[in-house]
């Protein structure tokens, strides 16, 4: 479990009962126990795959956990439907459940980061009893809309989602696949290098005028991986952002499906809750936090200072930490939930 070679990690592809294909890394402890062992579902997001766990999937491993890593539909070594209806929250989450179905977990603690954050809270929607615990990186707890809000509105509240405009549209495939390294160097770049001409770019219409600005991120800047991680990203997303993309284009779709239900309006009330947000991640929406405690008033919160969007890597020792000092304090009955 090297996170320099991707290779020494235990890959396994499996076809799932929804008639899904997914690939995923699937990490046992030594004298592991199916009838005792907890299990980690880790649940990437956007643009991510199961590498994103890279540098916590050995240290929660040694703890005791099992570690399941899965690519995300229309990522790595998963299935990659062309239509952004298949994309849902509600389908993937099945898709999860199909998952323990296959491994034989009746439940799991479920962590998600970025799109992955969003997919892990609609499933404790979704599917309630498969749950052992919540781990949200990234992302607060949004709950189920009454009334559906175009995309272009959400932008309006939210002007730093703007870059999500962009994502929406079906053109976007051809423009971020043409300008494929400047657009991974964009997304994972040290915030530490100032760059001016950065400054506004989740904004409507900034990252397309900074992908065809050739004058912007030609090929330095420093970015948080190294020249191998780096390479690594490219080789798994050359020429299929399609699947990616996608999830900025079920907006309406989700609204429809939560509409018809059942569905939960929150996490159950006795299933622990952790939420990390890095202080500086622009894309975090950190004044939703409010309703997140409205919601799950016994949700566990930690903002991280001088950090941003990338936990996992920026601060991925704190994460290793915090979520392990949770999950052995709700497995020792020390986290307080509101039953």
């Known amino acids: ?47 991510d795959f199961w590498y994103g766990w890279r540098y916590q999937i050995k240290p929660w491993v040694e703890l005791g956990y099992r570690v399941v890593v899965p690519d995300a539909l229309g990522y790595g070594g998963s299935d990659k439907p062309q239509d952004a209806a298949e994309y849902t929250a509600r389908k993937i989450s099945n898709d999860i459940a199909a998952l323990l179905d296959l491994l034989q977990l009746p439940k799991a603690v479920i962590i998600g980061h970025d799109w992955g954050c969003f997919i892990a809270s609609r499933f404790a929607l979704w599917h309630p009893d498969r749950l052992l615990s919540l781990v949200l990186l990234s992302i607060p707890f949004i709950p189920p809309a009454k009334v559906y809000t175009p995309l272009e509105k959400l932008v309006e509240r939210v002007p730093n989602w703007g870059y999500q405009l962009f994502f929406a549209d079906k053109g976007s495939n051809a423009v971020i696949e043409s300008h494929i390294s400047k657009f991974f160097r964009l997304i994972y770049r040290d915030r530490n290098a100032h760059n001016s001409h950065l400054s506004n770019w989740t904004l409507t219409g900034g990252l397309p005028r900074v992908l065809s600005d050739p004058e912007v991120l ?98 991925k020792d704190h994460i290793n930490e915090s979520v392990s000092r949770f999950l052995h304090n709700v497995f020792t009955g020390d986290v307080h939930t509101k039953l």
């Open 1 to 47: 479990m090297d996170p320099a070679n991707p290779a020494s990690f235990n890959h396994r592809t499996e076809l799932l009962s929804t008639g899904r294909r997914y690939h995923f890394v699937d990490q046992r402890p030594i004298n592991y126990d199916p009838a005792t062992s907890k299990t980690l579902v880790c649940i990437h997001g956007f643009p």
């Open 218 to 315: 030609n090929g330095d800047g420093a970015v948080l991986l190294t020249p191998q991680e780096f390479d690594y990203y490219l080789s798994q997303f050359d020429k299929s952002m399609n699947g990616p993309l996608n999830y900025y284009r079920t907006t309406l779709h989700r609204f429809n499906e939560e509409q018809e239900g059942p569905i939960l309006q929150a996490p159950r009330p006795d299933l622990p809750v952790l939420l990390i947000i890095g202080k500086d991640d622009p894309t975090s929406n950190q004044g939703a936090l409010d309703v997140t405690r409205k919601l799950v008033p016994h949700v566990q919160i930690e903002l991280v200072d001088g950090v941003g969007h990338w936990l996992m890597v920026e601060c």
